[in-house]
């Protein structure tokens, strides 16, 4: 559940399922790129506001979220 505050309102950018291994990345409106680890991130009481990731008067809004690829070799080429 998201409220929107009267003085600045938190605004979702991105939603993902992720496990331990993903990253996310973000965009900021001055060209910045950010990559977050969402194990990493703090867990939020219920009836918290919740926090920004990114300080939007230092680093600019957030305009673009991704989630990073993973790659994983379907063969190994080593012998058993």
Not at 12 to 37: A, F, K, M, P
Not at 51 to 73: I, L, N
């Amino acid at each position: 559940m998201l409220r929107e505050l009267k003085n600045k309102p938190h605004q979702l950018r991105g939603l993902y399922t992720v496990d331990e291994q993903d990253t996310l990345c973000l965009n900021t409106s001055y060209e910045e790129t950010h990559i977050l680890y969402p194990l990493e991130l703090p867990i939020s009481d219920r009836y918290s506001n919740g926090s920004f990731v990114v300080d939007s008067d230092t680093h600019g809004e957030v305009v673009h979220v991704w989630k990073q690829a993973r790659y994983e070799k379907p063969f190994s080429t080593e012998e058993k």
